[in-house]
């Protein structure tokens, strides 16, 4: 094990001060102002930076074209990233749709509905209204895209 790998060890029961002192070796000034869990982590990552070289330019300005992307500074604007639907066993959806109440039990990864068994949301919002929804969507999980 490196120097550096053992200095990075030993920093989730460093004090705040020998977090500072570590800090100070590694960037000028006085370190930041942040709570002690961001701090380590980032004297974890300046140490890291050190021993196994910084980001490639090129992913830098990809991350940085993100980051502007998302906070709108620039004129592309990027999706925030969709996360998984993860619905536990016996969990109910219901949906109100032309005055009738659709309610669908999520059973062994599968959708109950009207005493038939579906693979997808998708599906059983298509028998509902007879057009292509996002399952997902009908049932109100994920907003309006656009």
């Known amino acids: 094990m490196s120097k550096i790998d053992t200095i990075i060890a030993t920093i989730p029961a460093m004090p705040r001060r020998g977090l500072e002192a570590h800090w100070r070796k590694l960037e000028p000034g006085e370190a930041p102002r942040l709570p002690d869990p961001l701090l380590r ?10 021993r196994y070289g910084d980001v490639p330019a ?4 990809e991350l940085t074209h993100i980051s ?37 039990l999520v059973v062994g990864g599968a959708f109950e509905w009207e005493g038939r068994t579906y693979k997808s949301l998708t599906k059983i919002a298509h028998e509902v209204t007879g057009a292509h929804w996002s399952g997902p969507r009908f049932f109100g999980m994920r907003p309006r895209r656009g």
């Open 58 to 61: 090129i992913i830098r300005r």
């Open 41 to 50: 982590r980032l004297t974890a990552q300046l140490l890291q930076e050190r």
């Open 68 to 104: 502007e992307s998302a906070a709108g500074t620039t004129g592309k604007q990027v999706p925030a990233p969709v996360m998984p639907i993860r619905l536990s066993d016996g969990t109910r959806l219901i949906r109100e749709w032309n005055g009738r109440t659709i309610e669908v």
